[in-house]
Nanobody, 122 residues
């Protein structure tokens, strides 16, 4: 079992930056690939980024490439999402997830956090 707790969300202006954190606890948490997903009101859950357990492989949604960076510190059991040049369309609840492989589909992840709200004002 892996527990995930996100933090770092908030209200920012367009063009600003935020860094989200996700702390994992439980057995062998650092052995899992990690992902970030987001869901805006009335929309489906959307893949944002994922990273392999060792950090060598990363994947990004086209909409965030060049603006967002996923990273992890296994010594701290923490995965980060650095979000730069934020846009109003980035407004959503951001959730982290843990799975065996760094894929892009939600069904590929086993454990989910509760999410943190990100609001980007224009």
């Amino acid at each position: 079992q892996v527990q995930l707790i996100e933090s770092g969300g908030g209200l920012v202006q367009a063009g600003d930056s935020l860094r989200l954190s996700c702390v994992a606890s439980g057995r062998t948490a650092s052995d899992y690939a990690m992902g970030w997903f987001r869901q805006a009101p009335g929309k489906e859950r959307e893949f944002v980024a994922s990273i392999s357990w060792g950090g060598r492989t990363t994947n990004y949604a086209e909409s965030v490439k060049g603006r967002f960076t996923i990273s992890r510190d296994n010594a701290k059991n923490t995965v980060y999402l650095q979000m730069n040049s934020l846009k109003p369309e980035d407004t959503a609840v951001y959730s982290c997830a843990a799975g065996r492989v760094a894929v892009t589909r939600p069904s590929g992840f086993l454990y989910w956090g509760q999410g943190t709200q990100v609001n980007v004002a224009s």
